[in-house]
């Protein structure tokens, strides 16, 4: 049982380590080309929600 933990664990490491494209060096977030923008103005209501 043990041994399976740490070749899964092992594995989401790698996976982790190679990042896909939207995640940033410094931890933010970047959207794919193509995607529409966020209009700053706008204001989310959580009771919509």
Do not use: C, Q, V
Not at 22 to 31: A, E, I, S, V
Request: aromatic share 16%.
């Amino acid at each position: 049982m043990i041994i399976l933990f740490l070749l899964n664990y092992n594995t989401f490491a790698k996976t982790m380590k190679d990042l896909p494209y939207h995640h940033l060096p410094d931890g933010t977030f970047r959207n794919p080309e193509g995607s529409p923008l966020r209009d700053p103005n706008f204001k989310w209501d959580m009771s919509k929600w």
